[in-house]
């Protein structure tokens, strides 16, 4: 806590701050008529200009109105010429503010320090997420600051029971950490458990944002690839789910939200969805749908059919593999899902000029060499490929990937155990979501399990936005 004593206060903020040691960390000495005062900040996270316009007005004070500010909240209030200010009596809340962008101020001959915030960080623009665009609507995407990403949401919902709580979460981060609801009309259920969630997190630092969030919330699952929460780069989608009674968690540092809480059939919902009529949209959702089948189901469904060719209807004899395999089939179908994730991995590393081509170049002399050395069957390569191009109709990678462990369980299970092995793949995966929690500690099912028909409609059927309304 500070003391009255402005010199020992002056000393133990220096030694908090180590100001001797960091260059980025100024402090200036203001000297006012009568009265003294230290200024603390991080070079780079303020704007000059306003701070230099404070100090001037503050330095016109004359001795008689410093001698009518007999505390610091009355300083504050009535010298400082800037709205966002407060007052602190912990030095070790004043260092954590100090850290996070605002400048503080010590004055002599009070027991309390001053906050003013004229955080200015370092901000790329505005724009369209990469991964996450639409035909039509806002071209316009979560940024790494806080503060922007918030006044987006705020700009869609101009309602005042729309809540911003700030909590922090780390040990030496303190990363800022919002959870974004409507007041009338989240769950407080949802909310009181994230709230003991976020607070009972013990960690150092959160190295990798949502991400580092996401494991430090969720049951210890290693091995369970589900993601257990759905996230947004579009401040639109935000504001919607918002609108629609869910949470969405905002980090500093982080250009993504986290929508609370979420289901599997969740991820059956995009963007784009919303930029035609309902009819269309719901015809996207359930080709999304299946898509997500096919490219989980098809390649193991396709090895059972040429390991038990006596099984194939009349109709489908041409599914038969007639060439001579010098691969076993589920070696070819494991080597091209390897070749496939190497060059996901490559294009990332690719300019971004170049990734396209790359891709597109490399898997076509991949897949042509090998057909043509009799490696690989044609339909393997072509299964794979339509399974590679159809993972990206769903937009989550994190579903992609796990529907691509799932598929390739599938294929060892069924390469062991024929058939029963399919079978039991199967329901070990339908277990596997069962028994996945969210975030928000929900039913991985909703609203299948519990069985709520009215929201389940509204995943798979597109409703018209007058019917939502009313």
């Known amino acids: 806590m500070f003391t009255g004593d402005y010199n020992q206060n002056h000393r133990t903020l220096d030694q908090l701050l180590r100001t001797e040691r960091n260059f980025d960390l100024c402090t200036r000495v203001l000297a006012m008529n009568g009265k003294q005062g ?7 996270m303020i704007r000059a200009e306003t701070l230099n316009k404070i100090m001037d007005e503050l330095q016109k004070l004359t001795p008689a109105a410093l001698k009518e500010l007999g505390s610091a909240r009355e300083f504050c209030d009535r010298a400082v010429p800037y709205g966002e200010t407060d007052v602190v009596n912990d030095e070790h809340d004043f260092v954590t503010f100090v850290l996070s962008g605002c400048v503080g101020l010590l004055l002599e001959g009070y027991p309390e320090a001053l906050l003013i915030d004229v955080r200015d960080y370092p901000a790329r623009p505005v724009m369209e997420p990469e991964n996450d665009r639409v035909l039509r609507g806002p071209r316009e995407g979560f940024v790494e600051t806080l503060i922007s990403n918030t006044a987006m949401v705020r700009r869609r919902l101009r309602d005042p029971r729309l809540t911003m709580e700030l909590i922090q979460v780390g040990e030496r981060s303190k990363s800022d950490v919002v959870l974004c609801y409507l007041e009338d009309k989240a769950d407080p259920k949802l909310l009181e458990r994230l709230r003991g969630n976020l607070k009972s997190i013990r960690i150092n630092t959160l190295t990798m944002g949502l991400e580092s ?11 369970n690839p589900f993601p257990r929460a759905r996230l947004t780069e579009r401040p639109d989608c935000a504001a919607a789910c918002v609108a629609e009674g869910q949470v969405v968690l905002l980090m500093d540092n982080t250009p993504a939200g986290m929508i609370l809480p979420t289901g599997i059939f969740d991820f059956l919902q995009d963007t784009n969805d919303y930029c035609f009529l309902p009819v269309t949209g ?11 089948l096919l490219t989980t189901f098809l390649t193991p469904a396709f090895y059972l059919i040429t390991r038990y060719p006596q099984l194939i209807p009349e109709p489908l004899r041409f599914l038969k593999i007639h060439e001579p395999i010098a691969i076993p089939l589920l070696l070819q179908f494991l080597l091209i899902e390897l070749v496939i994730g190497g060059l996901k991995l490559a294009s990332l590393n690719t300019p971004s000029a170049l990734s396209g081509s790359f891709a597109v170049i490399g ?16 339909e393997a390569v072509l299964l794979m490929a339509f399974v590679a ?8 990678y ?7 462990f799932t598929r390739v369980f599938l294929l060892i299970l069924s390469a062991a155990f024929g058939i029963w092995g399919a079978l039991a793949g199967l329901v070990a995966t339908l277990i596997t979501i069962s ?3 969210t975030l928000a500690g929900n039913c991985y099912w909703y609203p299948l399990i519990p069985f709520r028909p009215r929201a389940l409609a509204r995943l798979f059927l597109r409703w018209p936005i007058s019917n939502e309304n009313s």
Do not use: H, I
């Open 213 to 223: 969030l996401t494991e430090c919330m969720k049951r210890r699952q290693w091995w």
């Open 363 to 378: 898997a076509l002399v991949l897949g042509d060499l090998a057909v043509k050395s009799e490696l690989m069957v044609p």
């Open 38 to 44: 230290q200024l603390y900040f991080v070079d780079g």
């Open 389 to 396: 191009l159809a993972n990206f109709a769903q937009p989550s």
């Open 398 to 404: 994190e579903l992609g990937y796990a529907l691509g």
């Open 435 to 437: 028994t996945t929690k």
């Open 282 to 292: 719901t015809y996207l959702r359930w080709l999304r749908l299946l898509v997500s």
